[in-house]
């Protein structure tokens, strides 16, 4: 599996990014969330991460049209989060051809409900996030962080079969600042097992090879893609060293 995971943010059904979750400072990239995803496969990456803000915003799937068109119409393999708050938002993302639905804040405050699901629909479709402050969790958009200590919460998932986690490092995100390595380098020792995903913060190929080489399995990357600081070709060719 490509290492490179690529994230498109999508509000009204457009590609946008936001600066540490903040919806007034969006920048749309794209009006067609299609022709970015079809630029990524062509590029030769493989995976892409899919993030419905309205839904985020709303408690409730939104934007699954642009789902089912890029699952439709790429072979990439899609993870989708934003707004997956009951059973029928997930029987939405799987059925708009979603290959996992990504799951953050609820993990953290109904965790009874993201056990069943787990339970029901298989541990290995749901991809986890954990937005990370000072090693503690935060939730609801960051707006508030909690007393959890990250590497108590990915235990507690990864007893209950989660393969796949990614975390963002709430102070990093869409900074382009560079990634949290010590902080990721701490959760890979304490779980080697796991398939761990670096978000936030890359803003050049030279992050990349930094994190591989600390051990991530994969790297989301968004903004400085579409800022131009990483060309696409260059991340193909990281994508299978």
Excluded at 174 to 203: C, N, R, T, W
Aim: with cysteine.
């Amino acid at each position: 599996m490509g290492f490179i995971i690529p994230a498109i943010d999508i509000i009204e059904g457009k590609c946008v990014r936001l600066s540490q979750g903040d919806y007034a400072q969006k920048k749309v990239y794209n009006e067609q969330p299609l022709e970015v995803a079809k630029q990524f496969e062509d590029a030769g990456l493989q995976r892409l991460h899919l993030v419905d803000l309205d839904g985020a915003k709303a408690g409730a799937v939104k934007n699954w049209k642009v789902l089912e068109t890029i699952a439709g119409k790429t072979s990439l393999l899609i993870d989708f989060g934003g707004g997956i708050k009951q059973e029928k938002d997930v029987e939405i993302v799987f059925n708009s051809g979603a290959a996992m639905a990504t799951i953050g804040s609820l993990a953290v405050k109904d965790k009874d409900t993201f056990s069943t699901w787990l339970q029901q629909f298989g541990a290995d479709k749901f991809l986890l996030g954990a937005d990370v402050k000072d090693e503690r969790i935060a939730v609801s958009g960051w707006l508030e962080t909690t007393d959890i200590w990250i590497y108590d919460f990915i235990e507690s998932y990864v007893q209950q079969g989660i393969q796949q986690v990614f975390c963002t490092d709430v102070n990093k995100d869409g900074m382009l600042a560079g990634p949290s390595l010590d902080l990721y380098k701490h959760i890979i020792e304490k779980f080697p097992e796991l398939y761990f995903i670096a978000s936030g913060g890359v803003s050049s190929i030279n992050d990349l090879e930094q994190l591989k080489e600390i051990g991530c399995k994969g790297a989301i990357v968004g903004k400085a893609i579409y800022e131009g600081k990483i060309e696409l070709n260059e991340l193909a060719k990281l994508n299978f060293m």
